[in-house]
Each structure stands twice: as structure tokens, then as C-alpha cells.
């Protein structure tokens, strides 16, 4: 905390500083909500406690006088109070819900008081009094917008305004989240709605890699992508920003930058509307991915056929990822298998179906790679030791995804690292 203050007092300007909760906070509250849901009081308990324990100590070294570490023990002591009253109650999703809340909303009051102790002229503008979701969970940009404006404008005068991260309301007022890690999603969805200069996400890796630096040794940082790119690389494991972060900026055309809090120095990424040359950028692999195929000889010849397998999809609100086709059946990929077994029934009435669960999306992503010859003669020149499942390309200009097993994830991405950046 002491580091992001001197971060967002180091460029001069207006800052909206939208932060996440502590590290592990979040984790530690789902656990205890797990708890709780199951009726597991002492469990949850023994975690509050320790949660508890974490934040005393945090404070201890944030403030440096004793007139601020005395506010920030109230501040804690309240937050923990509210946090057994939530427990102690009928616990249900709307408490689940209000629980998992307090990470951004006792973080970004932490962080006030540390400005405050720095005589640096910030202010808390809470995010549930503009941040909400439809009744489908989608964010109401232009409702953000216009609650945004006038605030905003009250503010004028102030340096830093600092707000949560994640937390929201719904169309039912209620407390509630746009999933984990939507705090990038947040800042993402504020700086579009105030179309500020730049929208800034500072994480704890200097950018997004060429690769997956969990699995490939020697990867890279990428310093400029397109919009688009990046949409393909977070919705498909790079898993570095929340996948819906780039939509809104997109909309609105807000440059997004990825910096390090790590190595301030690093250039980082900045994504924008302006593409580079060069042809491939990154690589990137999906897990837990399900592979449905529907193979039909009513398929041959006939209209209208793919039009009622995507109903069902729709139907059971799950989102297709990859698609394939032959004249008679289809494969396509999705990521949530929450409504698979409904869906498996309802397809059945089309042809044979088989389903794959836990397979991986190998996604290539780099500049006009749709169109250029022997792109994917050098893409499957990598993988000739895999065994490919399915491949879908010419969708979009920059993208090539491939299904494999998992086993072979590793393989493929150290091979295409080998092959596409010719890095050993
Ligand atoms: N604190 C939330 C989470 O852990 C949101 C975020 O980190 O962006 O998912
Ligand atoms: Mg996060």
C-alpha cells in the first residue's frame, strides 16, 4: 500500500485508484462462506481469526504514528464485528454475496487513512453508488456513466479518488461481484465510462507474455497489442487480466496499460486501437475445457440445422467458445459445464453425441495471422508431435485455436515457443 502511494503520486494529474482486496482475502472469505453455507460455524470461525490476526499485523506497519494505527484497529475491529454478524445470521447468497464484499471495501478504507496520514488529498467514493449489473450479470456502462459524471465532477479538487474494485450492485440493488478478479473489469469499466486518458493495471508481472510463464522457461513481455489480441489472450489463459477487461475499453477506446508493481521501470504492455507489425505475438492455453460433438446426417444439405444446436446453448445461457464443422456434425468447445447433462439430453434429439471433458484450447494469437501465407504451416510444423483434436481459424484475423489433450500442453507450448519466437 505504501508502494501504491507513492505509484499514483509519481505522474501528475487526477487518479481514479481503484483497488482489490488484500492478497488472500478473498480466497480466505469464499472459505469462510463455504463454511457457513455448510453450516460449519467453528470452521469459519477459526478462519475469521485468522483473517483477523492478518489484518492487525498489516496495520501495525502500514501507519506510521499511532494516532492512524488506532484508526485503522477501529477500522478492522468494525470490519470483523460486521463480518461475525453476517456469520452469526441466516446465511444465504445474499450474505454470502455482501460477505465476500469486505476485501475491496476494508482495502480501499485502509488505504484512505494511509493518504490521509500522508497529508495527500484523496478522497473514498464508494462503488456501490455507480458500479451495477443487469439481470444478466452484464455491467450497465451507460448507467455507470451517468451516475459517474456528477460525482466526479464534485471532485474536481481532489488528487487521488480511490474506489473498490469487484464489488457491485444488481438489478435487485443487492450486493454482488462481477467474478473473480473483476477488479481490472472495474477499472476498466470506470476508465471508458469517464473516457480518462489511460486505464492503468498494475499487477505483479511486467505485462502480458508471449507465453505462459508458469509452463515455458524463457518467455517475453509483449509491448503493444491490439485490442483484439488481447481479448483472445485473456479470454484464453493468459491469465493475467479478468477476460472482459478489454471489452469496455474497446467500446470507448481507452488505451489499457499492464505495469508490474513489482519493477515500476518495466514497460509493460499497452493495448490499443493501434496494431504493430510482426507476426505472431503470443500463445496461450485454456484448461477444463469440454469438447461436444454432434454428428447427424440430417445435418447434409439442410438449413437451419446449426441454428437449433446453438438454441440449446442459449437456451442453458452457456457461451460456445470454438466451433468446427464437416457436412455432417459439428464440434464445438465450452469452458462452463454447469448445464452440460441438459444439454447433452436435448442435443440428442439431432444425432450421436459424444463429449470430451478436460480438454485444452492452444490458442495462437498474433497480427493478421488469418490471412498470411504459411502461417499455419510454421504453427502445425510445431505441433507435429501432438495429436490435434480440433482447429478452428479464419473466425478472426488474428487468432488460431487448436483443441489438444492436456497432456500434450506443455509440449505444444514449448514447441511453439521454439518454433514461432525461435526462442531455445
Ligand atoms: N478480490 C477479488 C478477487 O480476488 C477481485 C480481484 O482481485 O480483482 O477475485
Ligand atoms: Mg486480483
Known amino acids: 500500500m505504501k508502494k501504491i502511494g507513492d505509484l499514483v503520486l509519481s505522474t501528475p494529474g487526477q487518479k481514479i485508484v481503484v483497488l482489490s482486496a488484500l492478497s488472500g482475502t478473498t480466497n480466505a472469505l469464499v472459505s469462510i462462506g463455504n463454511h457457513l453455507e455448510q453450516n460449519k460455524q467453528e470452521a469459519a470461525e477459526k478462519e475469521i481469526v485468522a483473517l483477523e490476526t492478518h489484518y492487525h499485523g498489516f496495520i501495525k506497519?502500514?501507519?506510521?504514528?499511532?494516532?492512524?494505527?488506532?484508526?485503522?484497529?477501529?477500522?478492522?475491529?468494525?470490519?470483523?464485528?460486521?463480518?461475525?454478524?453476517?456469520?452469526?445470521?441466516?446465511?444465504?447468497?445474499?450474505?454470502?454475496?455482501?460477505?465476500?464484499?469486505?476485501?475491496?471495501?476494508?482495502?480501499t478504507e485502509l488505504f484512505y487513512q494511509h493518504l490521509q496520514e500522508r497529508k495527500i488529498n484523496s478522497r473514498l467514493l464508494p462503488a456501490l453508488h455507480f458500479m451495477s449489473i443487469d439481470?444478466?450479470?452484464?455491467?450497465?456502462l451507460e448507467k455507470i456513466e451517468q451516475r459517474l459524471k456528477p460525482l466526479i465532477a464534485s471532485l474536481k479538487n481532489v488528487d487521488i479518488i480511490i474506489t473498490q474494485g469487484y464489488i457491485c450492485r444488481n438489478h435487485q440493488n443487492e450486493i454482488d461481484n462481477l467474478k473473480r478478479g473483476g477488479s481490472d473489469y472495474t477499472a476498466s469499466l470506470i476508465?471508458?465510462?469517464?473516457?480518462?486518458?489511460?486505464?492503468?493495471?498494475?499487477?505483479?508481472?511486467?505485462?502480458?507474455?508471449?507465453?505462459?510463464?508458469?509452463?515455458?522457461?524463457?518467455?517475453?513481455?509483449?509491448?503493444?497489442?491490439t485490442f483484439d489480441e488481447a481479448s483472445e489472450l485473456a479470454y484464453f489463459g493468459a491469465k493475467i487480466l479478468h477476460p472482459s477487461t478489454i471489452v469496455p475499453a474497446q467500446k470507448r477506446n481507452v488505451p489499457v496499460r499492464l505495469k508490474n508493481t513489482m519493477d515500476e521501470k518495466a514497460e509493460g504492455t499497452i493495448i490499443s486501437n493501434t496494431g504493430t507489425e510482426g507476426t505472431f505475438k503470443a500463445v496461450a492455453a485454456k484448461d477444463n475445457i469440454t469438447v461436444i460433438n454432434i454428428k447427424s446426417s440430417r445435418m447434409l444439405m439442410a438449413y437451419g440445422f446449426l441454428r437449433r444446436v446453438f438454441e440449446v446453448f442459449e437456451q442453458h445461457k452457456t457461451p460456445i467458445d470454438m466451433i468446427s464443422t464437416s457436412e455432417v456434425a459439428v464440434?464445438?468447445?465450452?469452458?462452463?459445464?454447469?448445464?452440460?447433462?441438459?444439454?447433452?439430453?436435448?442435443?440428442?434429439?439431432?444425432?450421436?453425441?459424444?463429449?470430451?471433458?478436460?480438454?485444452?484450447?492452444?490458442?495462437?494469437?498474433?497480427?493478421?495471422?488469418?490471412?498470411?501465407?504459411?502461417?499455419?504451416?510454421?504453427?502445425?510444423?510445431?505441433?507435429?508431435?501432438?495429436?490435434?483434436?480440433?482447429v478452428s481459424c479464419g473466425g478472426s484475423n488474428n487468432n488460431i485455436s487448436i483443441v489438444i489433450e492436456p497432456s500434450f500442453k506443455e509440449k505444444a507450448l514449448i514447441s511453439l515457443n521454439e518454433n514461432l519466437f525461435g526462442i531455445k
Open 61 to 107: 506497519e502500514l501507519y506510521a504514528s499511532d494516532a492512524f494505527h488506532a484508526i485503522g484497529q477501529e477500522t478492522v475491529s468494525r470490519f470483523f464485528i460486521f463480518i461475525r454478524l453476517l456469520a452469526a445470521g441466516q446465511f444465504d447468497n445474499k450474505s454470502y454475496r455482501e460477505l465476500l464484499a469486505q476485501g475491496e471495501l476494508i482495502s
Open 135 to 140: 439481470e444478466n450479470e452484464e455491467p450497465e
Open 191 to 225: 476508465g471508458s465510462a469517464i473516457r480518462a486518458e489511460e486505464i492503468q493495471i498494475w499487477t505483479d508481472i511486467d505485462g502480458m507474455h508471449n507465453n505462459d510463464p508458469r509452463i515455458v522457461k524463457k518467455t517475453f513481455p509483449i509491448s503493444e497489442l
Open 331 to 390: 464440434s464445438l468447445t465450452i469452458d462452463g459445464t454447469d448445464h452440460l447433462d441438459s444439454i447433452v439430453t436435448e442435443l440428442k434429439k439431432f444425432g450421436t453425441i459424444a463429449v470430451e471433458r478436460n480438454q485444452t484450447i492452444i490458442c495462437v494469437v498474433g497480427h493478421n495471422i488469418g490471412n498470411q501465407q504459411g502461417i499455419l504451416e510454421k504453427v502445425f510444423h510445431a505441433l507435429a508431435a501432438v495429436p490435434v483434436r480440433m
